[in-house]
């Protein structure tokens, strides 16, 4: 259960609405296509579904299409349009779009629905709005949709109805054929999804109804049956996580085409007005042409005016879903008989593969969604597999290629393909209500799942699973902002999934908080030359670095420690939402890169949908503290909320505190098995500025200190297979490479890093540099994105034998690399002997 429901007519603005006779709602004549919209907002969805309203409103019944809809609305989350919350049906007129407001109209729109959701008084909120910039109120008034009207009256007043109550579905689908009769016919089921489990809930008469994939299936072969219809020409879901293969093969006996999304759908759900406009500019399109403009348009949308990242849609032909099926099952059966052998190939192609729903924490592994194309084509790449399994994960991708015909997903999703399997990374975290909620055509599925899990438990007792911590080198006696520990450690096992560390602070009481976790990246290269997440089968030596900072959220008044996890490029933040209606768990989500603000991810129940938090809402920061005896307790900041208002929330990394730390590591297998390991710190950030932090390179023995803004280091692959190590400003105008080369002197270095430049090259000079007899040169490159000016300076360091070639660049024309930087590093770089444990 997930996202919005788009589906559309909504309300009216509606005074006094009386009921129309189904007579006087009957069109003469059959339409090209009929739209029939299945509109489940009877929860906290109801405001979102607006904008997909006005959006059909815009586009209209007429030229061949009629757009009809059943929308059940609820109480307390949107007032506007006559403020009524029983079930009512449309048939969508056509309305001109609104005059876009100019910059005032929209203060003052944001302003009155500020006060209306009891946020201030006018005069306050007016106050605030006149020091706010333009595009923070244009945010606040185009993702709260206040631009948007509703001036549709209902055909038909039904009172309250239970949407979740499959009969409900069979009444609209008879009522909209009957009454339009079409050509084609495309239905659209809106409210939260959550793939397998179905899409609702109906909150209303007190209960949580939803629409599972059994009533679903129920009630689409009844509305067939009693209408005569072979099959629906698409069958669509405006709704979070429903493009999943249990839902295809549920609708393959009912609809030609699914259309429908892997990925959590922003609140503004599908884009209407641009597809459908498009279906009556071109009354000759068939089912696919219409889904594929529906693909498109979404895209376009959330890629331009919608500005939202992880989206993506696509749309399945069901006549590929037996071949789909049927070599899936070839593929289960395959792997299935010699799973022992394979744990390690399915392990490595489950954790690279793309999944989705992550950025909410644990419910990306509740839900343990994973694109099945992305799955086996890893594990095709797999070197171990046997010549077997390699052919029947081929044989997947073929059939699956046939059948997800048009699929599309943002940079952000770079797996998505079309088309989710359930595949839970651990045996303990798959939900034994699958094989009842899922098509009984999928058995097959569910029985391999039985079996892999089986067969986990028993080969996978944890006694393969190795981690020890060798040693925590600082170069002095604690580590510091300018000084960061690196930990070092040995880690191997069969059916590893996850290798993460954890950042813990010791209060005095003997309690741990933590401060940072992440997993830590192993990465080798295939021989087809994709780079792949594979963690050890033998005992392997392995470092991280800590950055000895803590991470901040603060709402401009309030700032607090708050643990973010990393999904992708994207970070989220744990806690808890707070609105006049209730608490629900959430995440507020940031780009990894450049710490933006990018939205909240809510779970209401089983599902997950994408909230916009007004001025006066709060968002309670989740602590995990473990406790002297060692429960883990996750404890919400309630003395310290933090409260939106017209600007978004901050993240950020601040220096961390001085104290004592424990270090802890963790290495997990697919049956769930684990092994951590703990080591001592200590940390003294007196004294210490804070716009510094350091480079340790234990391997080569390179220490140097740098600007605090410019972030961790990165690293960069090589034609030759070598790494070069990067660090780059915020605005990514200058940027710091360093080099190593072996076995040669200073000036042959400086010549080999040259040698490929293209460009204007100056004279190699001799220099000193960190006190030690260097080599200096620059050079300028001019491409078509701009120009680039590098100093190159290459120095000989003994304590490890090798040359260091440090290349400090800045972009833009005019632009210089920054000398203050160059001279930071001239004054702080320090040689000392490589440690090799």
């Not at 030596?541 to 996890?565: C, R």
Request: proline share 5%.
């Amino acid at each position: 259960m997930k996202k919005f429901l788009v589906l559309a007519l909504l309300l009216t603005s509606g005074l006094g609405v009386f009921p129309i006779q189904t007579s006087q709602a009957q069109q003469s004549e059959p339409a090209n296509w009929t739209i029939m919209h299945y509109t489940d907002v009877d929860n906290n969805l109801e405001g979102a579904a607006f904008n997909d309203y006005y959006e059909m409103q815009s586009a209209g019944s007429m030229d061949g299409v009629t757009i009809v809809a059943q929308l059940d609305r609820a109480e307390g989350f949107d007032t506007r349009f006559g403020d009524w919350t029983d079930t009512r049906r449309f048939v969508m007129e056509y309305v001109p779009q609104a005059e876009p407001a100019d910059a005032k109209g929209e203060r003052a729109a944001v302003v009155e629905f500020l006060v209306a959701r009891g946020a201030g008084t006018v005069e306050d909120l007016t106050a605030q709005a006149e020091n706010t910039p333009d595009e923070t109120i244009h945010r606040l008034y185009t993702e709260n949709n206040l631009g948007v009207t509703f001036d549709q009256t209902p055909v038909e007043d039904l009172g309250e109805v239970d949407m979740g109550d499959p009969q409900s579905l069979v009444d609209f689908i008879e009522w909209s054929v009957q009454n339009y009769p079409a050509e084609h016919y495309m239905l659209v089921i809106g409210s939260h999804g959550g793939g397998w489990r179905g899409i609702g809930p109906d909150d209303g008469l007190g209960q949580e109804s939803m629409l599972e994939l059994p009533e679903i299936d129920a009630a689409l072969a009844t509305a067939r049956a009693d209408l005569g219809i072979d099959k629906f020409d698409i069958v669509g879901f405006d709704a979070c996580l429903m493009a999943v293969t249990d839902v295809a093969v549920m609708l393959e006996p009912h609809a030609d085409y699914v259309l429908f999304s892997q990925e959590v759908i922003p609140s503004n759900g599908w884009e209407y007005y641009h597809s459908i406009t498009a279906m009556q500019q071109h009354p000759e399109w068939d089912a696919f042409q219409v889904g594929s403009t529906f693909v498109d348009s979404y895209m376009d949308y959330y890629g331009g005016v919608g500005a939202r990242t992880k989206v993506g849609l696509s749309l399945v032909e069901t006549a590929g879903l037996p071949d789909l099926l049927a070599t899936l099952e070839d593929f289960a059966a395959v792997v299935g008989s010699d799973t022992a052998e394979l744990l390690s190939a399915l392990g490595t192609a489950r954790n690279n593969s793309q999944a989705f729903a992550t950025s909410l924490s644990s419910r990306g592994e509740y839900y343990s969604y994973i694109d099945l194309r992305d799955f086996m084509n890893w594990f095709s790449l797999q070197t171990s597999i046997t010549e077997d399994a390699y052919s029947a994960a081929l044989a997947v991708i073929a059939a699956y290629d046939n059948t997800v015909i048009y699929s599309r997903a943002d940079s952000h999703l770079p797996g998505a393909t079309g088309l989710a399997v359930y595949l839970p990374a651990q045996a303990d975290s798959y939900d034994t209500t699958y094989p009842a909620a899922a098509p009984s055509s999928f058995a097959f599925w569910q029985a391999y799942l039985d079996q892999f899990y089986q067969t986990i438990s028993t080969e996978l007792d944890g006694s393969a699973l190795s981690l020890d911590i060798k040693n925590v080198f600082t170069l002095g006696e604690s580590g510091s902002s300018v000084d960061n520990p690196v930990i070092f450690f040995d880690a191997a096992g069969v059916g590893v999934v996850d290798i993460t560390y954890s950042i813990l602070y010791v209060q005095e009481d003997g309690s741990r908080i933590l401060v940072d976790t992440a997993p830590i990246a192993y990465t080798t290269t295939l021989p087809t030359g994709e780079t792949v997440t594979e963690y050890p089968n033998e005992l392997t030596p392995s470092t991280f670095n800590w950055s000895v900072e803590f991470p901040y959220l603060t709402d401009g008044t309030n700032s607090l420690l708050s643990v973010a996890s990393t999904s992708g490029n994207q970070l989220s933040i744990s806690g808890t939402y707070v609105t006049a209606q209730g608490r629900q768990p959430a995440a507020l989500l940031f780009d990894a890169g450049t710490y933006t603000f990018l939205g909240m991810l809510a779970s209401n129940g089983e599902s997950v949908y994408e909230p916009v938090p007004t001025p006066g809402d709060q968002f309670i920061v989740d602590m995990v503290i473990i406790s002297p005896d060692g429960e883990i307790v996750v404890q919400p900041q309630e003395d310290t909320p933090l409260t939106f208002g017209l600007e978004p929330f901050t993240f950020g990394y601040k220096p961390a505190i001085s104290g004592s730390y424990v270090i802890g590591l963790s290495i997990t297998d697919l049956a769930g098995n684990t092994v951590r390991k703990w080591a001592d710190l200590s940390i003294n950030n007196e004294g210490i500025d804070g716009t510094l932090r350091s480079y340790t390179d234990t391997n080569e023995g390179v220490y140097f200190q740098y600007p605090y803004a410019w972030g961790e280091m990165y690293s960069l692959s090589n034609d030759d297979g070598s790494l070069t190590n990067a660090l780059s400003d915020p605005n990514g105008t200058q940027s710091l490479f360093v080099d190593v080369y072996l076995e040669t002197d200073a000036l042959s270095a400086l010549e080999a890093n040259l040698a490929n430049i293209e460009g204007d090259v100056s004279e190699i000079q001799e220099t000193t540099f960190a006190g030690l007899p260097a080599y200096e040169a620059f050079y300028t490159v001019t491409t078509d994105d701009g120009t680039a000016t590098t100093i190159v300076i290459s120095v000989l360091n003994e304590q490890a034998g090798s040359v260091v070639v440090f290349s400090f660049s800045a972009w833009g024309d005019g632009v210089q690399p920054d000398t203050s930087v160059i001279d930071l590093l001239d004054n702080t770089i320090y040689f000392f002997p490589p440690i090799l444990e």
